[in-house]
């Protein structure tokens, strides 16, 4: 074979819909959340058949609706670039950093996970059409200049208060290295 992988009408096997759309989410599901049951002992300790079948059943549902199915096959791309992203970063930070002494300080840690949460609250309203329908709200509605607005005085006043809240936490540090 000069392609390289297995064919039928053209298509690798790596990218026939039956896998795409059924066998990778399928893999992907039943294996989150068979991790999540075995992590959280919700059902019980030890009770591995239970989250088995469990997870095989939720990974069967998922597959069974092709609208959960493309959101998550929609989503796999952006979490691939995201984390390459993010690795790409991690390595820049630790290449400033002594070998073996990486540690990332915890404004940066805050700062990333409101940026992910952020790309990934956006990402998904993308992926299922709902930010066309905010977008359209927001920037097309006849009281537009007020939402606007209102969602201004709500991140200024937020911003106020964690600058508030996190200048507090660093004077009564300052206090008790002092004493």
Do not use: C, R
């Amino acid at each position: 074979m000069a392609n390289g992988g297995f064919t039928y009408g053209g298509l690798t096997f790596l990218s026939s819909p039956i896998f795409v759309e059924a066998i990778l989410p399928f893999l992907l599901v039943f294996t989150i959340v068979f991790a999540i049951l075995q992590k959280s002992e919700i059902l019980g300790k030890g009770k591995k058949q239970i989250d088995a079948i469990t997870s095989l059943v939720i990974g069967l549902l998922v597959i069974s609706f092709g609208q959960a199915v493309g959101i998550i096959v929609q989503l796999i791309p952006f979490l691939a670039v995201s984390l390459v992203i993010l690795l790409v970063f991690l390595l820049l930070l630790g290449s400033f950093q002594k070998e073996g002494k990486f540690e990332i300080h915890t404004s940066i840690k805050v700062v990333l996970t409101i940026i992910i949460s952020i790309a990934v609250i956006v990402a998904i309203l993308m992926i299922t059409g709902a930010w066309d329908n905010i977008s359209d709200f927001i920037f097309l509605n006849a009281g537009s200049g007020f939402i606007l607005n209102v969602v201004f005085v709500i991140i200024v006043i937020g911003a106020i208060v964690a600058v508030i809240l996190g200048g507090g936490k660093k004077k009564d540090k300052k206090k008790e290295d002092e004493e």
